[in-house]
């Protein structure tokens, strides 16, 4: 099992950043995709879209949050991070961290099979 715990969100104002970080714990070797996920509100959890992923050192980004967001990783404190930059009223959403065993083989969206989720952190943007 693994677990992920996600923290750093906030309300902003449009243009401002957050760094959002997600630690995990347990069997994280076998860990092979990581990545973040969010839910607009009203929407469902079927509904959730893929942010970014990283697999090795290779990352990939939805085409919404490019040139605004990093997904990076600290391997000496199993932390998985996402820089947001430039913030619009439309990145408003609840954001989770997943996990996958599965590669994210040039997906922003982590494998479902063998996924794994966070409990979310909440993110605000105001314009």
């Known amino acids: 099992q693994v677990q992920l715990v996600e923290s750093g969100g906030a309300s902003v104002q449009a243009g401002g950043s957050l760094r959002l970080s997600c630690v995990a714990s347990g069997y994280i070797s076998s860990i092979n995709c990581m990545g973040w996920f969010r839910q607009a509100p009203g929407k469902e959890r079927e509904e959730r879209e893929g942010?970014?992923?990283?697999?090795?050192?290779?990352?990939t980004y939805a085409d919404s949050v490019k040139g605004r967001f990093t997904i990076s990783r600290d391997n000496a404190l199993n932390t998985l991070y996402l820089q947001m930059n430039s913030l619009k009223p439309e990145d408003t959403a609840m954001y989770y961290c997943?996990?996958?065993?599965?590669?994210?083989?040039?997906?922003?969206?982590?494998?479902?099979?063998?996924?794994?989720w966070g409990q979310g952190t909440q993110v605000t943007v105001s314009s």
């Open positions: 942010v970014a992923s990283l697999s090795g050192g290779s990352t």
């Open positions: 997943a996990a996958s065993r599965v590669y994210c083989s040039g997906s922003y969206s982590v494998p479902s099979f063998q996924r794994y």
